[in-house]
């Protein structure tokens, strides 16, 4: 496979169109097609650039004697996984984060609507004693400490934290991998 039929199968493995690789590498679209036909050769700056942007050497993308088995371990490459991945970090803290803050606003919406009792322990002066009063009220973490849901409140916050983190790395790693090429 020759140079240009790589970068065909690259870009293609990608989803790209010549278009789109070219404004990645800031190059013209005839240029990109030029490289895929075999009319030209890009320059060192744009092999590397090549190289990085796909993930794959300047080797790989250079030399012409490849086996086989390389064409098709690169047909079914990381490339189209990695963006399968990317979606379902991006799915999996969709839901943590909508699950955990649903289920917070359930709890808080529920605190409004339905009375907690409360206990709440006071030194009473003229009997020289603790008394413990009791209060009825619609408090959210009376709420939540009368019906016992504090640990639901810990699995649902953790549940939305780990959602917003994938969201968070995924935000990264785009940014993180645009400004490597």
Request: aromatic share 10%.
């Amino acid at each position: 496979m020759n140079f240009g039929e790589k970068l065909q199968l690259l870009r293609k493995a990608r989803g790209l169109s010549q278009e789109a690789l070219a404004e990645q590498l800031g190059v013209t679209r005839q240029a990109v097609s030029k490289w895929e036909l075999g009319d030209a050769t890009p320059d060192l700056e744009n092999v590397v650039a090549l190289a990085r942007f796909f993930g794959v050497s300047t080797d790989y993308l250079l030399l012409a004697a490849q086996e086989e088995q390389e064409e098709t371990t690169l047909q079914t490459s990381a490339m189209p996984r990695c963006r399968a991945a990317g979606y379902v970090h991006r799915l999996l803290g969709w839901i943590g984060l909508g699950t955990g803050s649903l289920c917070w606003l359930i709890i808080w919406i529920l605190s409004t609507m339905i009375q907690a009792r409360e206990a709440e322990e006071v030194y009473n002066a003229h009997a020289g004693c603790y008394e413990v009063l009791t209060r009825v009220s619609y408090s959210f973490m009376g709420f939540v400490n009368t019906y016992r849901l504090s640990a639901i409140l810990w699995v649902t916050g953790i549940l939305a934290a780990v959602g917003a983190g994938l969201l968070l790395y995924g935000i990264w790693k785009r940014r993180h991998t645009k400004e490597r090429t």
